[in-house]
């Protein structure tokens, strides 16, 4: 992996990453004349992250709102459906479900992960639940013992939205790997990307042969290029949830390198985490927390501060010295979607401080030692 310093005067907040081979592999991909979906790279790219994950079948998407809508289909999710998905999260998590006619019911997140409150579920729980979505913030695992038990009493599915949490572990399990579905994302603000990207990981076979067909337009044109059936035709509702196989030759130039790419993410996070401790304690700022029995994926480092006019100082005063750091969700609840689905009777606090309290620094997998360096240092400056 290269890792170039920042030339100019600005951090920015992310940058597109390339390992190097992405344009040999893509190159290669126009030579060998396939470059429409499901060609060779797609298929090395699935067998790679089954191989590593462990799961029995993954199909590449055009993106994690991709997979997450496919998950709604194969679900079979109908008007007058709910969805117990948090409030704290990216609205593809939510949308997949609502657009298939779902209500969403919004639930808080603990305030020590920022991941969903797993102790709310039975209380949100009604004869109408069709699934649970557990965001794995940051890519640290939810609390999945608990979520899958009362998932399983109430015979509800699970759905993972593992846009952070590639390579992340819950109980040395690997997080994609506890809900019949799991998404991952390739957006390029992820570990791992393509541009625009992302993945639907099957974990209960029985979704196998239908999410095959939902991806490729409701015909079963995989069948017939693995000649078992003679002609392909409309057998199921559908989509065009798959990506050229010029992106997933970008994506296994990146894949190929996640050793590499973790490494370095690992060294960032470390740092940001050791150098901010003594100023966090000061200043009443926290920094992130992973519990023991998770191995997070070093997707991002946030710091949550007292309060919102902290956090909007921390922000402007970064950007005076040329470093962009950003906040992140609003509580969907509150959006004017989510009060239109209902969300203005969700009771979700937890969600709402965090919003206002959190951002995010810089955080890239070429993000150079100086330029970390400086960061930190005008973070030490800050007083709040
Ligand atoms: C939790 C979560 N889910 C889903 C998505 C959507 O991912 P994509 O941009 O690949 O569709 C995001 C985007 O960052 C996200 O943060």
């Known amino acids: 992996m290269r890792v170039t310093s920042t030339t100019t005067a600005t951090i920015p907040f992310n940058r597109p990453f390339a390992s190097g081979r992405e344009y040999d ?39 994690c709102t991709d997979a997450l809508e496919l998950s709604a289909l194969l679900l079979d999710i109908r008007p007058g459906d709910e969805v117990i998905v948090p409030s704290f999260t990216f609205v593809s998590t939510v949308n997949a479900y609502v657009l298939r006619g779902a209500k969403p019911v919004f639930i808080d997140i603990r305030p020590d992960t920022l ?11 009604g004869l109408r639940t069709k699934a649970i979505v557990p965001v794995h913030y940051a890519g640290v695992g939810c609390e999945m013992d608990t979520i899958l038990t009362t998932a399983q009493r109430h015979g509800i599915a699970v759905v993972e939205d593992n846009a952070h949490g590639l390579f992340g572990k819950y109980r040395g399990k690997n997080l994609g790997t506890f809900g019949s579905l799991a998404t991952l994302s390739f957006h390029e603000t992820k570990n791992i990307s393509c541009g625009e990207g992302g993945a639907l990981l099957i974990n209960d076979h029985r979704h196998a042969e239908r999410a095959e067909i939902l991806r490729e337009k409701g015909t079963n044109r995989s ?38 790419i973790q490494s370095a993410r690992r ?18 700022a926290r920094l992130p927390y992973v519990p023991p029995h998770c191995d997070q994926s070093f997707h991002m480092f946030y710091l949550m501060m007292p309060t919102v006019e902290a956090r909007d100082a921390l922000i402007a005063h970064l950007k005076t010295r040329g470093i962009m750091s950003v906040f992140h969700y609003l509580p969907l609840h509150l959006s004017e979607m989510g009060r239109r689905c209902g969300g ?18 810089p955080f890239f997998n070429q993000l150079a030692e100086d330029d970390q360096a400086a960061i930190i240092e005008s973070i030490q400056e800050f007083r709040g």
């Open 115 to 125: 991941n969903l409150d797993e102790s709310l579920l039975e209380g949100l729980i």
């Open 267 to 284: 060294r960032i996070w470390t740092n940001y985490f050791l150098h901010l401790g003594g100023w966090a304690l000061k200043t009443g």
């Open 344 to 361: 203005e009777n969700a009771f979700c606090p937890v969600t709402e401080d965090a919003s206002e309290c959190l951002l995010r620094l």
């Open 25 to 63: 592999y893509i190159k290669q991909a126009i030579e060998r004349g396939h470059v429409s979906g499901d060609g060779p790279f797609t298929r090395l790219c699935q067998q790679m992250i089954e191989a590593l994950l462990g799961v029995s079948r993954v199909l590449l998407t055009t993106s």
């Open 223 to 260: 069948r017939f290029f693995r000649g078992q059936v003679d002609k392909y035709t409309w057998v199921d509702v559908g989509s065009s949830f798959l990506p050229s196989d010029i992106l997933a030759a970008f994506l296994y130039a990146q894949l190929e390198e996640h050793d590499r």
